[in-house]
């Protein structure tokens, strides 16, 4: 036995035609059916009982199957045509439409919806435990892979984006601890990026377009989040502590060499040490300086 299901299908639309004639038609051959059953069942003549009485039925039930084939398809829905198993494309005008009756038509919408995963609990690129979430934008672009190619695209979107999230959330670290390197909390919005094309590139299957992924929630789990806040906080010290070293330097740089070119006191290399030292101790403390006058001489 073969598979006959359509590979590779891809969404094309059905023919119908508007509802208001098809509508108006249906309900004119129902009030004729409904006459010649009537005038079958005034008449006294058997004859004319036995052709016209039939003759309404028939034109009723025509009518009934007829007027069966109308569809209200309302803005931001489309229906799948199907016909004894086969794929007849899928109306998107909105309005009434009429299509063959004898076909089914299955009701999907095509509104953009949001999809918010829980709060999931990975491990990072560095091994550290992170709990993080995110909301995935996205609406159904190609009816028919959303109805033929996957079981049910809803419950698949929602699969391959904690999939995505989860991928994304162990190729990167939470905080990079190399120069320039891409982390999930100092990069956001270049790991957004990524993270769209995964989730776009796992759901193409289903015919549904990403319009936007965000992460809602990014912090590391409880059992390391003091621990890697002592981490930040020491870094946050280490870089501080650099910045002040380095303009420290540079005003004892700009002192020493107002003083030379003022010639306001000639310093030898003992007192120039003496004096560095001094000032890269006020400027480089974390507490207010306590001078003491000297009473004597340098060298005393």
Same mark, same amino acid.
């Given at each position: 036995?073969?598979?006959?299901?359509?590979?590779?299908?891809?969404e094309?639309?059905?023919? +119908? #035609?508007?509802?208001?004639?098809? *509508?108006?038609?249906?309900?004119? %051959?129902? &009030?004729?059916? $409904?006459? =010649?059953?009537?005038?079958?069942?005034?008449?006294?003549?058997?004859?004319?009982?036995?052709?016209?009485?039939?003759?309404?039925?028939?034109?009723?039930?025509? +009518? #009934?199957?007829?007027?069966?084939? *109308?569809?209200?398809?309302?803005? %931001?829905? &489309?229906?799948? $045509?199907? =016909?004894?198993?086969?794929?007849?494309?899928?109306?998107?005008?909105?309005?009434?439409?009429?299509?063959?009756?004898?076909?089914?038509r299955?009701?999907?919408?095509?509104?953009?919806?949001?999809?918010?995963?829980?709060?999931?609990?990975?491990?990072? &690129?560095?091994?550290?435990?992170?709990?993080?979430?995110?909301?995935?934008?996205?609406?159904?672009?190609?009816?028919?892979?959303?109805?033929?190619?996957?079981?049910?695209?809803?419950?698949?979107?929602?699969?391959?984006?904690?999939?995505?999230?989860?991928?994304?959330?162990?190729?990167?670290?939470?905080?990079?601890?190399?120069?320039?390197?891409?982390?999930?909390?100092?990069?956001?919005?270049?790991?957004?990026?990524?993270?769209?094309?995964?989730?776009?590139?796992?759901?193409?299957?289903?015919?549904?377009?990403?319009?936007?992924?965000?992460?809602?929630?990014?912090?590391?789990?409880?059992?390391?989040?003091?621990?890697?806040?002592?981490?930040?906080?020491?870094?946050?010290?280490?870089?501080?502590?650099?910045?002040?070293?380095?303009?420290?330097?540079?005003?004892?740089?700009?002192?020493?060499?107002r003083l030379?070119?003022?010639?306001?006191v000639?310093?030898?290399?003992?007192?120039?040490?003496a004096?560095?030292?001094?000032?890269?101790?006020?400027?480089?403390?974390?507490?207010?300086?306590?001078?003491?006058?000297?009473?004597?001489?340098?060298?005393?």
């Open positions: 036995m073969t598979d006959e299901r359509p590979v590779g299908i891809r094309f639309t059905a023919h +119908s #035609v508007g509802g208001g004639l098809a *509508l108006l038609s249906g309900l004119v %051959g129902l &009030a004729a059916g $409904v006459g =010649l059953i009537a005038l079958g069942a005034t008449t006294s003549a058997a004859a004319v009982q036995a052709s016209v009485i039939p003759l309404g039925i028939l034109v009723v039930l025509a +009518s #009934v199957l007829a007027m069966s084939g *109308l569809n209200t398809v309302a803005p %931001g829905e &489309a229906r799948v $045509v199907q =016909l004894f198993g086969r794929y007849r494309g899928t109306i998107r005008t909105d309005g009434l439409r009429w299509v063959n009756p004898l076909t089914s299955e009701k999907i919408s095509t509104r953009v919806r949001n999809h918010e995963t829980a709060v999931l609990k990975v491990n990072d &690129a560095y091994g550290n435990p992170i709990e993080l979430a995110s909301v995935v934008v996205w609406r159904v672009a190609d009816t028919a892979r959303a109805v033929f190619e996957v079981d049910d695209f809803t419950e698949f979107v929602e699969t391959q984006t904690e999939a995505a999230v989860r991928h994304i959330a162990i190729e990167y670290p939470y905080d990079s601890h190399e120069e320039g390197g891409l982390s999930l909390r100092g990069n956001a919005e270049e790991i957004t990026e990524k993270l769209a094309a995964e989730l776009a590139a796992r759901v193409e299957a289903a015919g549904v377009e990403i319009i936007e992924s965000r992460f809602t929630h990014l912090a590391y789990a409880p059992e390391i989040a003091s621990a890697m806040l002592q981490r930040q906080q020491a870094g946050a010290v280490v870089a501080a502590r650099k910045q002040i070293v380095e303009g420290a330097v540079g005003m004892v740089e700009l002192a020493l060499t030379a070119e003022e010639e306001i000639d310093l030898d290399p003992e007192r120039k040490a004096m560095v030292s001094n000032l890269m101790v006020v400027l480089c403390g974390d507490r207010a300086a306590q001078p003491v006058v000297n009473t004597g001489t340098l060298y005393q």
